[in-house]
């Protein structure tokens, strides 16, 4: 059904969506070609929430040349009215011959519409070109909209034999740097930072995005900071209360400890789950209400085994170090004693490779 050339334009559009890769949040990453005569003649991405949709970048670049193009776009094109005008509405106006998408929106109540929107004007449409790849690019976005929830990709820093900190606590530094360059990364595209009272206490993290090249593609945006912090240890001179942008999620209140966060800039809510605990499951429906497509855990083995256990990981991003930790070290997962093999955790390697003298894996539990 596509040709060669379809798939070879369509990667070019799913290279350029990948340029919103840090900055498009809340919206997805999207890009568009526009190729006519057997020449690309148009070219876009989407960069910022307010700004063009990357087919009206494309558009505008082709100008005449769009009459009777075929148009690549790695998401199904917008027929609401949103920030911008609807982007079917300006393809139709530009008479262009063929859209073709790589997957419908995602969200249920508009998915086909805009696909829709052009067929009734009289374009050729097809969608489901390299659907992975361009699934890929929105995991976060594509969870909000299907399911209500961000998708959350834990970070875990270990030594080979599984430990992420001393029995002390203490854990720094067990990666290297290149690892924790590559963490940045996935920072940066997070719309939001999650660590738990444990992490916070005992390190006092920043939790920001610091790599220069990443605060300039971000527009000096950072990701929301969430800390998941019961009984509100937290001290209202923390750092990652500094700069304001952080959320305290907790269950038991105290009026003068709330009160104090508050006035050092944090922003609390109230989500009281079972035993005195932060809900987790209510926290990540409340972030998806602020609209968070993308959470990055970088916690200890407290909330890295409540969030397993809830099965609220949808992605692990695990670095090993070439060291070992011994036992009596702290492990991933604080998880109750499992008796029998059958109640394992089974994931799905999706990655591995060498970073530094590290090794990373990428995994998704099987579900
Ligand atoms: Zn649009």
Sequence with gaps: MFSEDDHLYMRQALDLAGRGLFSTMPNPRVGCVIVKDGAVVGRGAHLRAGEPHAEIHALREAGERAKGADVYVTLEPCSHHGRTPPCADALVAAGVGRVIAAMQDPNPRVAGTGLGRLQANGITTASGLLETEARE??????????????????????????????????????????????????????????????TVLLDDPQMDVRQPDLIQLKSGKQPLRVVVDS?????????????????????????????????????????????????????????????????????????????????????????????????????????????????????????????????????????
């Excluded at 290149?178 to 444990?198: H, T």
């Excluded at 492990?331 to 060498?354: C, H, K, N, Y």
């Design 137 to 198: 690019l929105n995991p976060g976005f594509i969870s909000r909209m299907t399911r209500g929830l961000p998708f959350v990709r834990s970070k875990i820093a270990a030594s080979l034999d599984g430990r992420t900190a001393l029995a002390n606590g203490a854990s720094k530094w067990i990666t290297g740097e290149q690892s924790r360059a590559d963490v940045q990364q996935w920072r940066a595209r997070s719309c939001a930072v999650m660590s738990g009272i444990g």
């Design 231 to 367: 009984s509100l240890r937290i001290s209202p001179d923390a750092r990652i209360l500094q700069g304001g942008n952080t959320l305290v999620a907790y269950a038991v209140d105290d009026a003068a400890r709330s009160a104090a966060l508050r006035s050092a800039g944090a922003e609390l809510v109230c989500l009281p789950g079972d035993a005195g605990k932060v809900s987790l499951r209510d926290l990540l429906l409340h972030l998806a209400g602020l609209d968070i497509n993308e959470v990055l855990v970088e916690a200890g083995q407290g909330l890295n085994g409540a969030l397993q256990q809830a099965q609220l990981i949808d992605e692990y991003l695990f670095y090993y170090a070439p060291i070992l930790m011994g036992d009596a070290a702290r492990g991933m997962f604080a998880l109750p004693e499992l008796t029998d093999m059958s109640q394992r955790v089974e994931l799905e390697i999706l990655e591995i490779s060498g970073i530094g003298e590290d090794v990373h894996l990428r995994a998704r539990p099987r579900r």
